[in-house]
């Protein structure tokens, strides 16, 4: 595992005050492959070892490559399980989860772009698949990775709260992923109301940090390309949108705490202190070593279906930080490491 990844485990691990409530339960990561579920398997391994806590980690990906790659130091131990098939599939075996962690889910715009239909497909029948398989498997409580895309356009000024409503155009394929976002959402509290198992629902912000390829066509992920590039970074916008920075360590122990308190519900989990415009994330590379500079160069033609999201896209954590979770990493700090870790990294190619 990488040095900077070690170091944001250990103090994830350490800030973090309830796992004993996890003691010999067995936990399904779903999509653990992905950029924010890897970070969980890390910090839930070390807690194991740290704590002495005898859970058991499942983690279902697609890629066994991939997850060989990830989590090369775990597969021979016995806590810990690779599951490699389709969140979609049935189950064969017998297993008992009694915590579910669903972050599997198709989220590249290119992929809304070309087959819209595969995305919705993945997200809402592979949350079908879970939910009927947890009476047997004696679920406890589930935890579902949302999105805050769920608020749709136009979000106020001051934060969009979980409460908030906002609009979707339903006939345009551009909004699969969060027209389908929102049905699972739906599913978990039906299924909540009907059965009663827990479920708890994560909105994400942007998060960043170790981990994050290239691929993800981010503004950030392309300002650190640049960077450890020495390329000066071009704005294909004016750089005026709004946007909350989340480090992952922080945005991890978020997840974490909601999965381990006692009751559940629906939060966001975004940063209300490291929130700027695209350009002043971009002039922010600009400070360190490098003597990058930043030009704007608009395309006459723009990626539209890239475009579903307004000038201000910022959530409100108040409910979050009401239960006694807080930032602790700021966004030049969160930056730095990122950019410490992409340098020491194939990030481009990931």
Known sequence: ???????????????????????????????????????????????????????????????????????ENYVNRSCFELLIQNVQDEFAGEYQFEYIIHAASPANPFVVRDNPYSVIEANVMGMHNLLKNCFQWKTEKILLFSSYVVYGDMLPADGAREDFRGSLDFTDSRYAYHLSKQMMEMMGMCFKEKNGIKVSVVRPSIIYGPGMGYSQKKHITDFVKNYISDEDIELKSDGSAVRSFLYILDATDAFLKILLQDEDGIFNVSSEKSVCSVRELAELFTTFDKKLKVSINIPTENASYLNTTNDI??????????????????????????????????????
Request: proline share 0%; with cysteine; charged share 30%.
């Open 1 to 71: 595992m990488d040095t900077v990844i070690k170091e944001d485990i250990a103090r994830l691990v350490d800030k973090n005050c309830g796992w004993h409530k996890l003691k010999n339960k067995n936990i399904l990561i779903s999509g653990a492959n992905g950029y924010l579920s890897s970070y969980i398997v890390y910090a839930l391994m070390e807690a194991n070892d740290k704590y002495n806590l005898n859970m058991t980690i499942y983690t279902l990906c697609r890629n066994r490559e991939k997850a060989l790659g990830k989590f």
């Open 313 to 350: 896209g910022v959530v409100s954590n108040e409910k979050l930080r009401k239960m006694g979770w807080e930032e602790s990493v700021s966004l030049r700090e969160g930056v730095q490491r990122t950019i410490r870790w992409a340098e020491a990294n194939d990030f481009i190619n990931m």
